[in-house]
T-cell receptor, first 113, second 114 residues
Framework: NAGVMQNPRHLVRRRGQEARLRCSPM?????VYWYRQLPEEGLKFMVY????????ESGMPKERFSAEFPKEGPSILRIQQVVRGDSAAYFC???????????FGPGTRLLVL | GENVEQHPSTLSVQEGDSAVIKCTYS??????FPWYKQELGKRPQLIID?????GEKKDQRIAVTLNKTAKHFSLHITETQPEDSAVYFC?????????????FGQGTRLTINP
């Protein structure tokens, strides 16, 4: 049973470009969470999605950031017009329905030049 | 909203000694408290969790205690080993509008000295 998968593991973008981060939850998990971790800091909640629905996006910046979890395929976190301050590790986690335990993917380390 | 405070931010102990990390939370409705271990450049890994209907839980050298009245919970690692060196995060779950999410503490960097 494969764990949570994320790709790419490393992503380099220039200022103004778009970044697309993908997350495939564990088999049998239908809830996906995205977190951002700045260097030497903790994990900050961004968004919580179920299939085809955004449940809670209170931690996601209103501009430039969007997330989706389509009926088929991975969850996508999209950052438009990236800025240097977007450089961070982005982790996704998944859980089963009605279970609180979240399992994390390996993360995508985004570097904006 | 929920706020989780974690102390200390750094902790250094001799190999074989015990390590204790403490967290407090603000939302009395929180009912699930996991602990994650994160090694450098790796993903956070769940090491132990506790639910609010339990006061203590143990798994080999790791134990977690919960005091609901005082709204704090602690991680205890006994007989520490060099491979225990990592950053440890506590978290508390909150429910908002039908959604459940985790709020994390700031992390504790644990160093085990041989």
């Amino acid at each position: 049973n494969a764990g949570v998968m994320q790709n790419p593991r490393h992503l380099v973008r220039r200022r103004g470009q778009e970044a697309r981060l993908r997350c495939s939850p564990m088999k049998g998990h239908s809830h996906v969470y995205w977190y951002r971790q700045l260097p030497e800091e903790g994990l900050k909640f961004m968004v919580y999605l179920q299939k085809e629905n955004i449940i809670d996006e209170s931690g996601m910046p209103k501009e430039r950031f969007s997330a989706e979890f389509p009926k088929e395929g991975p969850s996508i976190l999209r950052i438009q017009q990236v800025v240097r301050g977007d450089s961070a590790a982005y982790f996704c986690a998944s859980s089963r329905v009605l279970e609180e335990t979240q399992y994390f993917g390996p993360g995508t380390r985004l570097l904006v030049l | 909203g929920e706020n989780v405070e974690q102390h200390p931010s750094t902790l250094s102990v001799q190999e074989g000694d015990s390590a204790v990390i403490k967290c407090t939370y603000s939302d009395s409705a929180s009912n699930y408290f996991p602990w994650y271990k994160q090694e450098l450049g790796k993903r956070p890994q769940l090491i132990i969790d506790i639910r609010s209907n339990v006061g203590e839980k143990k798994d080999q050298r790791i134990a977690v205690t919960l005091n609901k009245t005082a709204k704090h919970f602690s991680l205890h690692i006994t007989e520490t080993q060099p491979e225990d060196s990592a950053v440890y995060f506590c978290a508390a779950s909150i429910q908002t509008g039908g959604a459940q999410k985790l709020v994390f503490g700031q992390g504790t960097r644990l160093t085990i000295n041989p």
